[in-house]
T-cell receptor, first 111, second 118 residues
Framework: DAKTTQPPSMDCAEGRAANLPCNHS???????VYWYRQIHSQGPQYIIH???NNETNEMASLIITEDRKSSTLILPHATLRDTAVYYC????????????FGTGTSLTVIP | GAVVSQHPSWVICKSGTSVKIECRSL??????MFWYRQFPKQSLMLMAT?????????EQGVEKDKFLINHASLTLSTLTVTSAHPEDSSFYIC??????????????FGSGTQLSVL
């Protein structure tokens, strides 16, 4: 079952940073935070994941609070192609456990 | 990243017929694959977990005789929607689990199959 809460929608100006929040107040110590996004009528795309340290890759940065009860996905310079639904998922990694998707945040990047 | 190929991209069928959807991992071996369905403007709903060489594990409320899953090899899983009806019309998405170390487990997705049952 989804263990995360995300705002249903957000807007972001093109070229600005998009900050997408996720609450996971019941997260366990061995659960990772994963972020995926889904562009309309396509399969979800992996973005980033982390346990407790902040993570950065070529797509985005993941900031996890010290108590791990929330996190923020940052797209540093949003483009129109970043318009998508963004899903935050928490799960125990490396166990074969399922990935359950919540309702996600629909991000619209505005020109 | 790993590539997951899903075919067909879309299919239209008559009510009562069966439809098979294929999911292949192209550049890695996937011992575990997952099948999801998605209705318009809704999130992905996990249908079943497919493990190579064993029976699939279905989520509660998903009919195993309706949605047949076969995972006979490490690179191929199939979902067959048997005796399809209009209410089975949906977007079906497969995914494969990639485990490249203790902290590097990820899920990669196919491009999805839009099924329309007339």
């Amino acid at each position: 079952d989804a263990k995360t809460t995300q705002p249903p929608s957000m807007d972001c100006a093109e070229g600005r940073a998009a900050n997408l929040p996720c609450n996971h107040s019941t997260i366990s110590g061995n659960e990772y935070v994963y972020w995926y996004r889904q562009i309309h009528s396509q399969g979800p795309q992996y973005i980033i994941h982390g346990l407790k340290n902040n993570e950065t890759n070529e797509m985005a940065s993941l900031i996890i609070t010290e108590d791990r009860k929330s996190s923020t996905l940052i797209l540093p310079h949003a483009t129109l192609r970043d318009t998508a639904v963004y899903y935050c998922i928490v799960r125990v990694a490396n166990t074969g456990n399922q990935f359950y998707f919540g309702t996600g945040t629909s991000l619209t990047v505005i020109p | 990243g790993a590539v997951v190929s899903q075919h067909p991209s879309w299919v239209i069928c008559k009510s009562g017929t069966s439809v098979k959807i294929e999911c292949r991992s192209l550049d890695f071996q996937a011992t575990t694959m997952f099948w999801y369905r998605q209705f318009p403007k809704q999130s992905l709903m996990l249908m079943a977990t497919s493990n190579e060489g064993s029976k699939a594990t279905y989520e509660q409320g998903v009919e195993k005789d309706k949605f047949l899953i076969n995972h006979a090899s490490l690179t191929l899983s199939t979902l067959t929607v048997t005796s399809a009806h209009p209410e089975d019309s949906s977007f079906y998405i497969c995914s494969a689990r990639v485990d490249r170390g203790l902290t590097n487990e990820k899920l990669f997705f196919g491009s999805g199959t839009q099924l329309s049952v007339l």
